[in-house]
């Protein structure tokens, strides 16, 4: 099941939305404010080349133990 990130452009918060479908096109809706101002988060393999202050990812896999 697919799911795609997006963030409201009125409150800001960031939710997942479960696609059942991906020929069903369903408006996401804000779980917060109920805002359909929202904007679907770029996939991280296909933000290369975007540059915008805000978002910042951290991974940490191999941490050292201590
Ligand atoms: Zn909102």
Do not use: W
């Amino acid at each position: 099941m697919p799911i795609y990130e997006y963030h409201c452009d009125d409150c800001k918060e960031p939710f997942e939305v479960f696609v059942r479908s991906v020929n069903a096109p369903a408006q996401a809706v804000c779980p917060k404010c109920g805002s359909e101002h929202v904007a679907k988060e770029v996939a991280a393999f296909a933000a290369v080349g975007l540059s915008s202050g805000g978002l910042s990812a951290s991974s940490t896999s191999c941490a050292p133990s201590g």
